[in-house]
Structure formats: structure tokens, C-alpha cells
């Protein structure tokens, strides 16, 4: 494979230096300044990997060491090929190294219980890859004087007091939003690592790309333009609560939604949406048909992690649990001489109207993350008929069983025993069936891509 970025001294592959922001010689350890350097090998066309497995494209100026696909963890070796692909117009490069995502991710997981052990072992975690995201960075201008309520509230030890007041002032900013444009990532994981600081962006210049990778599809910038928008006004929003807080600890006493209103009139858009490659750490763990993302901004370091349960810890802990309840209850026992049993149908009723809760709001998230509900970027097809999970089943089975034992006082005690018996067996089934629905929500079914992205501001 060709050397896009040989070095001037002894011909090795340079890189980008996250650290010292130059370009590094990996043979020789010299350094080039970024804005210096020249490949005069280097031109648009690059080489991509198409996983075989989800049709995902990486691209980069050299795929040497790309083995696994970021996106569903296959192997992709020897499916390369050429793409005329050019870049975007401007680019955020790596302010975190590896070793810095890996820190962050370690410190974020630690005491994490529950966690499988290749979600945190050192080996794992030095998969992580440095991918350049596509985004598409809307920017805005506002202005016009404007007059919004505020309050503030005060108390004694007699009287609280609630002030009011109409703060004017005037808007003159500029305002520049992202919207992540890749086909993978979901706006929900892009919303949590949010913000980049877009001061820092740059003029695309392909040294960046040395050592790193890139998505190679995108979706249209008009899916986004709504969303970018009020984006823009709620920054303008905390902009203004900060002034009113210097206002003798004022607050806007207007919503976000009455804000993105009033705020309307004044925003205007400056330019087309801009195409960009903004830097994340990407890290995924595969576990036959799910996938588990953890994405770290590789500028500010925000990271996002799907955190499953390891099921053989969980259950060990939950018959630990178990044993040690039922000795606190012969020990009850023991102390008290008898317990009246027509309290425990009382119990199961409550735990078993908990976990039906619970379940049901399990199963509206996973009916929601399996159809990519949250994503308006997502261009695959929904399944719009919600199905009842059998852990919700379940649960009302324990909550029937159980206030038959309340309410019907069956007379023969095998008979109360034996619906008290059945009611917790159920709990039993329901909280481990809960915990491989809560791996279902907490990972990712394998992605299969469309093929039908755009280009990044229409330059390729």
C-alpha cells in the first residue's frame, strides 16, 4: 500500500501528532509543522473498506492495521477499494490521544457493576479508533433588541417572594451548530457528546487525516435544518439566562419552547450548511447479533458508553441477594416466633405492579431504539407495530395470581402457599427476563447500511 505521507528524512509513514499537533515520523521520530508539510503523493481519490458484513465504509489516506469494522466489529480484510471521494470543506482535528480516551473511559466505568469484563480490560479498550466523523455545521446570526420576563425567588422565615421583571437586550451573535451527518451514528449518542467548540475549526487540510479514518457517507443537510435551528436558539438561551443571573441572580422565566418562538424572528441563517470531519474515539464490542458503542469527543473528551450486564455476574449477585434475604427472614423468624403470611401476597402484588411498570417502560424503549425512532438522520425502514414484551405478560400474570390471594382468601393454606409460590417464581423469571431486555436497550442491533447518503456539501 502507497505512503501518502512519507517522511522527508527516511521515507517512513507519518502521522498526526495529537499532542504536539505536527506531524510525527513513526521510523525516524522527527517532527514536520502541519501547515508545512507537502505529500506530493497525496490527491482526492482514497483507498475505502466496505465491511462485507453491514456494508459500512471507512476511508482514510492509508488503511494500514484497519481490521475490524468500527461499526458492527466483522473482520474487513481485503475488501478494499477506490472511491473519488474528495473531503469536506473544513475539519476539527484530534485534541485527545488514545491513551487520553482511554483514561476518561476507564475513570467513567469504574465501579460500574455488572460490566462485562471486555468493556473494561486494558487489552480491549486499545481497540479504540480515531474516525472522523462527517457533520454538517449550520451557522446563524442573530439580531434585533429583544425583551424577555425573567424572575427570581427569596424566602425568610416568614414569607416567600417571587420577583418579576422584563429584561431587554440586544442580540448581535453568531451562533454555529453541528449536526451529526453520518449514517451510524444516532442523533441521541451525537446529542450526549455534544458540544465542539467551533471556534476551533479549521480549512480542511488532509495532514489531519495521517493516521486516522473517516465515514464515507453522509445523509442530507435539509433533514437537520429544523433541529439546527432551535439548537441555535436555545444557545442563545442560556446566553441570555447567564446575563439575567448577573442581574441580581435573575432567571428566564420562559420555556425552551417559548423561547425557540419568540427567538425566531430574530435568527437567520448566514450561509449553506457546511461540510466537516469532527473527531470521535470510537470503540465497538460485538457479542453475536448486538453491538456496544462507546464514543468519546475527541476534542472535549464528553463520551458516550453502552454499559450491558455481564448475565452470569448478574445472576451469581442475584442468588447472593436471594440467600442472604431468606436468612433474614428465618432469622425473623426465629426472633418473632411466626410472621403472618397474609402479608407476603401483599409484597408480591407491589413487586409485581413495580416490575410491569417497569417492563412497559422497557419496552417503549426498546421499541423506540430498535426504530431508530430518535434518529431523523436513520434512512433504513421502521417497524411501526408495537409488540407487548413478555415480561410485561408476565407481570400482570403475578399482579391476577396475587390479588387472588388477597382478595379471594382461599381457605385451604396449599392453595395460598402455592399462589405465593407461583407469584415469586414469576418475579424470578420477569427480573431475569428484565435484564436481558435492559441489554437489549443498552446495545445495539448490527447496522446495515442504505447506500443512499449524500456528499458532504456536495464537494466530493
Known amino acids: ?5 512519507p517522511c522527508p528524512s527516511c521515507g517512513g509513514q507519518l502521522i498526526y501528532d ?15 509543522p502541519i501547515d508545512e508539510y507537502r505529500s506530493q503523493e497525496f490527491d482526492y481519490t482514497r483507498e475505502v473498506v466496505t465491511c462485507p458484513n453491514c456494508g459500512g465504509e471507512v476511508a482514510a489516506p492509508s488503511l494500514d492495521g484497519m481490521n475490524f469494522c468500527p461499526y458492527c466489529g466483522a473482520e474487513i480484510a481485503n475488501a478494499e477499494h477506490f472511491s473519488a471521494k474528495g473531503y469536506p470543506e473544513k475539519i476539527i482535528p484530534f485534541a485527545l490521544s488514545k491513551q487520553d480516551c482511554i483514561d476518561r473511559y ?22 479504540f479508533v480515531g474516525l472522523y466523523t462527517p457533520y454538517w455545521i449550520y451557522n446563524y446570526e442573530a439580531k434585533g433588541r429583544v425583551s424577555v420576563p425573567i424572575e427570581r425567588f427569596d424566602s425568610d422565615a416568614m414569607y416567600d417572594y417571587h420577583y418579576t421583571a422584563d429584561m431587554e437586550t440586544d442580540l448581535d451573535c453568531e451562533i454555529s451548530v453541528g449536526q451529526d451527518a453520518s449514517e451510524t451514528l444516532d442523533d441521541t449518542v451525537s446529542g450526549q457528546i455534544d458540544p465542539f467548540f467551533y471556534e476551533k475549526i479549521c480549512d480542511f487540510n488532509p495532514n489531519y487525516m495521517a493516521g486516522f479514518y473517516a465515514e ?17 436558539a436555545d444557545a442563545i438561551r442560556i446566553r441570555m439566562d447567564q ?5 441580581d441572580g435573575y432567571s428566564l422565566a420562559e420555556n425552551s419552547a417559548e423561547m425557540e418562538r419568540e427567538l425566531d424572528p430574530y435568527i437567520s441563517e448566514r450561509d449553506h450548511a457546511e461540510g466537516a470531519y469532527l473527531p470521535l474515539w470510537f470503540l465497538t464490542t460485538r457479542k453475536n447479533d448486538r453491538v456496544a458503542y462507546t464514543v468519546v469527543n ?3 473528551g464528553a463520551t458516550h458508553a453502552d454499559l450491558p450486564v455481564d448475565f452470569g455476574k448478574y445472576v451469581r449477585s442475584s442468588l447472593i441477594a436471594s440467600a442472604i434475604s431468606a436468612v433474614i427472614l428465618l432469622l425473623l423468624f426465629a426472633v418473632f416466633g411466626t410472621i403472618d403470611m397474609k402479608v407476603v401476597p401483599v409484597v408480591t402484588l407491589i413487586l409485581s405492579i413495580i416490575l410491569m411498570v417497569v417492563s412497559m417502560a422497557q419496552a417503549n424503549s426498546i421499541y423506540r431504539k430498535e426504530n431508530h425512532l430518535d434518529d431523523a438522520g436513520y434512512t433504513g425502514n421502521r417497524q411501526m407495530t408495537q409488540r407487548p414484551m413478555l415480561s410485561t405478560v408476565l407481570s400482570a400474570v403475578g399482579i391476577v395470581l396475587s390479588g387472588a390471594d388477597i382478595f379471594l382468601d382461599p381457605h385451604s393454606d396449599v392453595i395460598m402457599y402455592l399462589l405465593l409460590i407461583v407469584c415469586i417464581a414469576i418475579m424470578i423469571v420477569v427480573a431475569l427476563i428484565m435484564a436481558r431486555d435492559y441489554n437489549r436497550i443498552a446495545t445495539n442491533p448490527v447496522p446495515q447500511f442504505s447506500k443512499t447518503g449524500g456528499n458532504l456539501n456536495g464537494k466530493y
Do not use: W
Not at 500500500?1 to 505521507?5: C, D, G, K, P, S
Open 298 to 300: 475527541g476534542q472535549t
Open 1 to 5: 500500500m502507497a505512503n501518502l505521507f
Open 243 to 247: 446575563k439575567a443571573c448577573e442581574n
Open 216 to 232: 464515507n457517507s453522509t445523509v442530507d443537510p435539509s433533514i437537520y435544518e429544523d433541529s439546527s435551528k432551535r439548537k441555535c
Open 18 to 32: 495529537v499532542k504536539s499537533h505536527q506531524m510525527k515520523c513513526q521510523s525516524c521520530g522527527v517532527f514536520f
Open 106 to 127: 476507564q475513570r467513567m466505568v469504574d465501579g460500574v457493576p455488572f460490566l462485562p469484563d471486555d468493556l473494561k480490560t486494558s487489552d480491549g479498550l486499545q481497540s
